[in-house]
């Protein structure tokens, strides 16, 4: 399977929440701007792997912070 799916973008953005949720992270924003670079990344052609692992890489980064 190549396209990202619905059940995909759902796990994406409630991952996202979550992150937010355990981080003190009240602002939206940050959930409105995975939603847009998800959005960004299907109309650049990006396969599911490559929005995946661009969503994992993000997430380790802030993890390290």
Not at 22 to 31: F, L, Y
Request: net charge negative.
């Amino acid at each position: 399977m190549n396209e990202l799916t619905a059940h995909d973008v759902l796990k994406l953005l409630m991952d996202r929440a979550q992150w937010c949720r355990e981080n003190g992270e009240s602002d939206m924003r940050n959930i409105l701007n995975t939603g847009r670079m998800i959005k960004e990344k299907l109309a650049e052609g990006k396969s599911r792997e490559e929005i995946l692992a661009y969503l994992a890489d993000d997430d380790e980064e802030e993890d390290a912070a």
